[in-house]
């Protein structure tokens, strides 16, 4: 087979990479308006931490959307359930959680992570069999499924732990910043980043170096050929639906410790985020949805800083800048 | 000669249309059976009901001894059948190399099956680790060709190889398809091209209105200009 490790004459198709460089060209375009170089940078680390989380919960949706074409606006609930079974673990152990020792705080912040990308998983499994299998290949039934699995999860929420807000106060190693020069870095943006980068490559990893990322890909391309090579993809699906849920989980629970609080409403609020966020980058595209959360974080950081006012609808003129340059997103993978 | 795929009265409806009306015809094992008729006539409707695309409404199709009719498409294809779809469906984000592992499904890919394929198509082997979408279309059906026998299959179902190809390229993929066929595969093919259907099948069928309205032997049908004209609209010498 090593002879055949040589392809010539077709020319290799070239690398899109005008989408990556717009989060570059956005943020050198904003230093000048931002004017300090330090307040630019500090927006720039939470627009890089923002990015992050909301990719991590984003990246599953993108594929349940490519793969399936199943529109799950329920995703938003997998967010919240996280955040709260985190409290169940973050309230009890609170001593271990504001101790001043790394390790004594990692030992909340693991377990509470897996236990609650463990729930979701399961809740995953149950939404996707019994709400979305009878009604695959109709999109407005799963619409109105979907959304109301979201309603029923929040007041399940509300009813379990009560309309009040729950603090979940950051570890104590996790508070302050580490400081460049003049620059400030909070120590838990940096987390959310490098946990945000370390998903991001281990899906690149998975779809791209094994048969199941490869069966993944063909699937998000055409389902119907992958089925008409003996691939049972409702299965693979199934699998690709729970992951997404565990990330939607472990992206609620670094959220609620971003905002040190949890409310059920962080399911309605961070939907609309990551729907534009699957919209922008294309639908299917892991590679699409990462650049499209790091734009959206940082319209929503430097908007906010230098026109307040712009900041509720600056998400939306996003998405419509996006698609009237590429109406089908940074990435279209899909053939629909 | 046994018959290796038997379908028996079968309908299929789309939506609100009844496309299939009662389709019997048996495809005998080792031979080349052409599906011929014209637009519209239900030929792509009935290799999506054999490979369980769009369910049978009605009927029994038979695979080797077995029915299949309610099987979904992965067991279908778990049973032996190879599909090679009209529109060759090659995945485009994936090398030819990716095409091919999925081909040959939970197997590593064999090595001397390959030189095989590589015989009659080089340009897989030329273009290994290219994107498919890169290749050119004459490239990709030959791609869907070997993604369906890269493993022995009992069945092999192809649509209408050699559409949209250039002339060149067409008698080029006929003796590719011949080599196929001499190595004892046993074909259900949708041709439009009645040249490439005279070379290849040994037997044929004609649809008409979604049922058969003609089998025969190939050469019997290549041999009468006068029913040619009368089931297909077309003479062979007009078409050549």
């Known amino acids: 087979m090593s002879d055949t490790a040589t392809s010539d004459a077709l020319p290799k198709p070239k690398r899109d990479l005008l989408p990556v460089l717009l989060p570059a060209a956005f943020a050198l375009l904003m230093l000048p308006l931002v004017g300090s170089a330090s307040s630019w940078a500090t927006l720039l680390a939470a627009s890089l931490a923002m990015g992050m989380m909301i990719f991590i919960m984003a990246s599953g949706l993108t594929l349940v959307f490519g793969l399936m074409d199943v529109l799950n606006f329920g995703h938003g609930a997998f967010i919240a359930v996280g955040a709260y079974i985190a409290t169940l673990v973050f309230l009890p152990l609170a001593g271990w959680s504001q101790a001043d020792s790394l390790l004594t705080n990692l030992a909340v912040l693991v377990p509470a992570a897996v236990l609650a990308m463990g729930v979701t998983a399961l809740l995953g499994l149950f939404v996707e069999r019994v709400l979305i299998l009878p009604v695959y290949g109709q999109h407005l039934k799963q619409i109105l499924m979907t959304t109301g699995g979201l309603i029923v999860a929040e007041q399940t929420l509300y009813a379990l732990w009560g309309p009040q807000i729950i603090p979940m106060p950051l570890p104590a190693s996790l508070r302050g910043s580490f400081i460049f020069g003049e620059v400030a870095v909070a120590k838990y943006r940096l987390l959310a980043m490098l946990v945000g980068l370390a998903v991001f490559i281990a899906i690149q990893l998975v779809l791209n170096r094994t048969k199941i990322g490869l069966l993944i890909r063909a699937g998000v391309e055409n389902r119907e050929m992958v089925e008409a090579l003996g691939y049972r993809i409702r299965r693979l699906f199934l699998g690709v639906f729970m992951v997404g849920a565990a990330l939607a989980g472990l992206g609620g629970v670094m959220w609620g410790l971003y905002r040190e609080q949890v409310h059920a409403s962080i399911g309605d609020e961070l939907t609309v985020l990551v729907f534009i966020v699957v919209i922008i980058g294309g639908l299917g595209s892991v590679g699409g949805c990462f650049i499209g959360a790091l734009l959206v974080a940082m319209v929503a950081n430097f908007g906010g800083f230098l026109v307040p006012k712009l900041a509720l609808v600056s998400n939306i003129l996003l998405m419509v800048a996006i698609l009237m340059w590429r109406p089908r997103g940074l990435y279209a993978v899909t053939s629909r | ?240």
């Not at chain 2, 279908?76 to 090679?84: S, T």
């Open chain 2, 1 to 240: 000669m046994s018959d290796l795929l038997t379908l028996t009265g079968v309908h299929t409806h789309i939506g609100r249309y009844h496309i299939l009306q009662g389709v019997d015809f048996a495809v005998p094992e080792g031979q080349v059976t052409m599906l011929l008729g014209r637009n519209g006539a239900g030929k792509t409707t009935t290799l999506r009901t054999v490979m369980g695309l769009w369910p049978a409404s009605r009927g029994e199709i038979v695979l080797a001894g077995e029915r299949i009719e309610a099987g979904t498409t992965p067991d279908i294809a778990r049973r032996g059948v190879g599909y090679v779809p009209e529109s060759m469906a090659v995945f485009s984000d994936l090398t030819v190399r990716e095409n091919l592992v999925l081909g040959a499904r939970d197997r590593d890919l064999d090595d001397a099956r390959l030189d095989w394929i590589f015989g009659f198509f080089p340009a897989l082997k030329r273009f290994w680790l290219s994107r498919a979408g890169s290749l050119s279309g004459g490239q990709k059906q030959m791609l869907s060709i070997a993604r369906a026998i890269v493993e022995p299959r009992k069945l092999l179902l192809i649509d209408e190889p050699t559409k949209g190809l250039a002339p060149a390229i067409v008698m080029a993929l006929i003796e590719c398809l011949k080599e196929i066929k001499r190595r004892g595969a046993t074909i259900l093919m949708v041709e439009q091209n009645f040249h490439a259907a005279r070379e290849l099948g040994d037997t044929v069928l004609v649809m008409d209105n979604g049922a058969i309205v003609h089998r025969g032997a190939m050469a019997d049908l290549a041999a009468d200009v006068a029913l040619q004209e009368r089931l297909l609209g077309l003479s062979l010498e007009t078409h050549q």
